[in-house]
């Protein structure tokens, strides 16, 4: 089967090669697939998608009329995804709903650490020979509060590593995990969570419903002086606000893998451009914010487990199967 893969990176296609299945017959496409490079998957079966490719209806429109019969995506999120259309088009789509899920939370981890301990700054000082502690200053995180929007596998596997710091750990979510409840965490409604943190790491999904949950509101409920973590979907964070937050204090750390318009950005070599996007110029001006290119689920690990699980569902929509992935 034909499978036409867009936004490929070098180590995509090294993936591939290593972990997905030798029946299946790869074309790497450098670009994101929108409505122009959709005309490119005439006689392919199906399409394999990342995160910031265009899915609208009318790019499904035009893989259908091309032959495609099924989008594979190599990742979880699929906010970028029309799904009515597909349906309507019957376009079958399937996701990676876990792959590594420690990748993230351990991800989530290094910014908190990073960004408390300033342990970016201290990297450039000493190799400029300057060892002077001034502007380095941290606090412990044991016994601190951190809250957690989200607690599926990626957030239970934070808030593990948080338990283990010794802190607080409060979560919100629809679901309520038992587990986590077990091992000492404890659920509470999303305006204590704001109010009662001291570190706020985001891991949800993006939908109508959490669209910039970070937002004015929220943000004035927050401590003065608040950290917050986003490793999951850029569009949770009005960066606006967050920006005007961090003028008025109110933000004391900020820490992103994500950013709400990355599609432009994000998984690509700018250094020799010129970056029109004024709002993520301003964030790069604050001192207290660190910002990482969506490298959260770049691990070996996890790289495997998409490469294989993206196979696996290239395999079931051959034979006409489900297999548990599927949208």
Same mark, same amino acid.
């Given at each position: ?6 936004? $490929? ?16 017959? /790869? $074309?790497?496409?450098? #670009? ?29 429109? !035009? ?76 606090? @412990? ?22 338990? #283990? ?13 038992? !587990? ?15 109010? !009662? $943190? ?36 850029? #569009? ?34 700018? $250094? ?15 001192? @207290?914010?660190?910002?990482? #290119?969506?490298?959260?689920? /770049? ?29």
């Amino acid at each position: 089967m034909k499978v036409a893969v867009f936004s $490929s990176k070098k180590y995509d296609q090294t993936s591939f090669a290593q972990w997905a299945d030798a029946r299946l017959e /790869f $074309s790497f496409f450098d #670009g994101p697939l929108d409505l122009q490079s959709a005309k490119l998957t005439q006689g392919y079966a199906a399409v394999c998608a990342f995160v910031n490719d265009n899915l609208s209806a009318p790019v499904l429109t !035009e893989l259908k009329a091309a032959g495609v019969g099924m989008i594979a995506l190599r990742c979880a999120g699929f906010n970028n995804v029309d799904l009515a259309a597909a349906k309507k088009l019957d376009l079958r789509v399937a996701r990676v709903p876990a792959y590594s899920p420690e990748a993230v939370a351990e991800h989530t981890v290094a910014m908190i650490l990073c960004l408390n301990r300033k342990l970016h700054k201290a990297y450039n000082r000493v190799r400029d020979d300057n060892f002077a502690l001034d502007g380095l200053l941290g606090f @412990n995180l044991h016994g601190k509060t951190a809250g957690l929007v989200g607690t599926g596998r990626i957030g239970a596997a934070t808030a593990r590593i948080l338990l #283990g710091f010794g802190m607080q750990v409060l979560c919100y979510d629809i679901q309520v995990n038992d !587990e986590l409840v077990k091992a000492g965490v404890r659920y509470v409604p999303l305006e204590k969570l704001w109010t !009662e $943190s001291d570190v706020i790491s985001l891991h949800c999904p993006l939908n109508p419903q959490t669209q910039h949950i970070i937002n004015a509101d929220s943000l004035a409920l927050m401590k003065d002086g608040v950290m917050v973590i986003n490793t999951s979907r850029g #569009g949770l964070i009005d960066t606006k606000a967050v920006i005007k937050a961090l003028k008025g204090r109110k933000i004391g750390y900020l820490g992103l893998d994500v950013y709400e318009q990355e599609a432009d950005l994000f998984f690509q070599d700018l $250094s020799g451009q010129l970056i029109e996007d004024e709002v993520f110029k301003r964030l790069l001006t604050f001192p @207290n914010v660190l910002i990482t #290119g969506h490298q959260a689920f /770049f691990t070996a690990e996890a790289l495997q487990q998409i490469c294989q699980v993206t196979s696996d569902n290239l395999l079931a929509f051959q034979a006409n199967r489900l297999n548990g992935n599927e949208l």
